[in-house]
């Protein structure tokens, strides 16, 4: 898995890592201010931490004593992209189908296939 899509996407399948995402979202967070909700050793937040760097989801600085991780909008601009082209060519498709099932409704019921034909010959033979 090299390209950066199917990074950043491996890389949101764990839920303890998107709700990092979304924490981050608020605000810059250190490595032990994201660690404090969760109840894991500081090391599993940073392996967590180092998929999310690896994929290009947030990135870390230093600011005196501090290494803020900051939340990276490029990698979610190109997953916006890749789903809101499917989305689309969804949409389209129901779109068409909304199309063709109003022309069905509007050209009344077939005929049913399966019943046979009625003949004179059938009804007279009855009365």
Do not use: C
Request: glycine share 4%; aromatic share 4%.
């Amino acid at each position: 898995m090299s390209d950066p899509l199917s990074q950043a996407f491996a890389a949101l399948a764990d839920p303890t890592r998107r709700d990092m995402v979304a924490r981050l979202a608020e605000a810059d967070a250190t490595l032990s201010e994201l660690a404090e909700p969760y109840d894991v050793s500081l090391q599993a937040v940073a392996k967590h931490l180092k998929v999310l760097e690896a994929a290009g989801l947030v990135t870390r600085t230093k600011e005196a004593q501090r290494r803020p991780v900051h939340l990276e909008g490029e990698v979610f601009d190109l997953m916006t992209k890749w789903i809101e082209r499917y989305r689309r060519q969804a949409q389209e498709r129901f779109t068409r189908l909304d199309a063709v099932l109003a022309e069905m409704q509007a050209a009344g019921p077939e005929p049913d296939a399966d019943a046979e034909p009625h003949s004179n010959n059938e009804q007279g033979a009855a009365s």
